[in-house]
């Protein structure tokens, strides 16, 4: 049998080998969209991303044969660990299928995160919530939309039987287009009547900056309470706000603001919905050049989902129904602009509220992620020799 060598990578070297792995396992799956390349080079670089300096950071390939076969890394987040001391994260875990791959990649990353004094290893989070995470366990036979993860459906069966149990299911809603349901057109227009106090406008692009930062506030709040959440830095929002600027649509983004009595304007609640531009990039496969661009200027505008993205009400508010004003303007909206349909992910299993409202709207659960975890006390199944490595 042939050896597995899992060896580190070097965070300050050619990073290229780790992020361009996913085209051996992906190339010929109609539902991958490759992400670009110029963008995951600079999520790779220490000096561009901030998150390398809020977190340990180590990365492995797998080689087999002298080709590699899988990648995987570890993380120790110290913003997440004044939420959930001990518990580790891993990402990046690809494979090809074979369970002995996955078992040496996770064996290497599991005795990483226990060196750091984790006690649990938890993923996949590439590299934690505020970024892509979960495993696709339902819903293959559909492209991912933008920013949402995708994996092949032997994954699943792969994480169970090398001893990964699941944490938590992250849910994506698909909503067809169509008229408003008259009850969330109801309760929107009821809420308008008896708070007449709390008003909506749209995402202002030309002070974009004053935009972002209201939105990093109430971001930090109203997920403060949620499972997994890992409160942003101002350094990590600005990088996430400058990614996502090129496809922001102010017609898809509002404030809603509460004017006050004495003339002051609190801004309580915000929702951001992008196009889907997985549409777009998926033709370049990674590459600006030679034809990316064409694809890029051809296609800008070819989108017709949507993903309803962020949508948050802050905490002082989260009892009065402020998210129908919020529902109700998005899908006016989308349907002028003419989309198929939108989903809205990812939203936590046991988030009642959220489900609930969603579900009024007519939202069906379409696609699963789930997040899985191990006890690094107990890694029997891990620690099993299947293989050579």
Not at 73 to 85: I, L, M, N, T, W
Not at 125 to 138: P, Y
Not at 197 to 202: Q, T
Not at 322 to 343: D, H, S
């Amino acid at each position: 049998m042939a050896r597995v060598e899992i060896r580190p990578v070097e965070l300050t070297g050619d990073m290229a080998p780790f992020y361009r792995f996913p085209w051996k396992i992906y190339g010929d799956d109609p539902h991958w969209v490759p992400p670009l390349l110029m963008e995951r080079k600079e999520f790779f670089s220490t000096k561009d991303n901030p998150y390398f300096g809020l977190a340990d950071i180590k990365l492995w390939i797998a080689w087999k044969d002298g080709q590699p076969v899988g990648t995987i890394s570890a993380q120790v987040d110290h913003g997440y660990q004044k939420v959930e001391a001990g518990v580790g994260f891993f990402g990046f875990f690809e494979f090809i299928d074979d369970p002995c791959i996955a078992r040496c990649l996770m064996r290497t990353a599991c005795d990483w995160l226990r060196e750091q004094g984790m006690t649990e290893a938890r993923g996949p989070f590439n590299f934690n919530t505020n970024h892509e995470c979960g495993l696709l366990v339902d819903g293959f036979d559909s492209d991912p939309l933008v920013l949402m993860t995708y994996n092949p459906a032997y994954y699943p069966g792969i994480y169970e039987r090398i001893g990964l149990q699941k944490r938590k299911d992250l849910l994506a809603y698909w909503l067809d287009a169509g008229p408003i349901p008259e009850k969330i057109q109801m309760i929107a227009e009821r809420v308008k009547e008896r708070y007449p106090e709390f008003k909506l406008r749209p995402v202002d692009i030309k002070n974009y900056e004053a935009e972002v930062e209201l939105a990093r506030q109430l971001y930090n709040d109203a997920w403060a309470d949620n499972w997994g959440f890992v409160k942003l830095t101002d350094e990590e929002f600005q990088k996430v706000a400058k990614g996502l600027k090129p496809m922001i649509d102010p017609r898809l983004c509002y404030v809603l603001e509460h004017h006050k009595p004495d003339g002051t304007v609190q801004p309580v609640a915000f929702s951001l919905t992008l196009p889907d531009f997985n549409q777009v990039v998926k033709p370049m496969n990674g590459r600006i050049f030679p034809f990316g661009w064409w694809h890029y200027l051809t296609r800008k505008n070819r989108w017709d989902q949507l993903r309803v993205f962020t949508l948050g009400v802050a905490k002082e508010h989260q009892r009065r129904p402020l998210g129908a004003l919020l529902y109700q303007a998005t899908w006016e909206a989308g349907l002028a602009i003419g989309i198929k349909g939108a989903e809205c992910s990812w939203v936590l299993e046991d988030n009642t509220r959220m489900r609930g409202a969603i579900e009024k709207l007519g939202g069906r659960v379409y696609k699963t992620y789930r997040i899985y975890g191990v006890d690094l006390h107990d890694t029997e199944e891990l620690d099993r020799e299947h293989c050579e490595a």
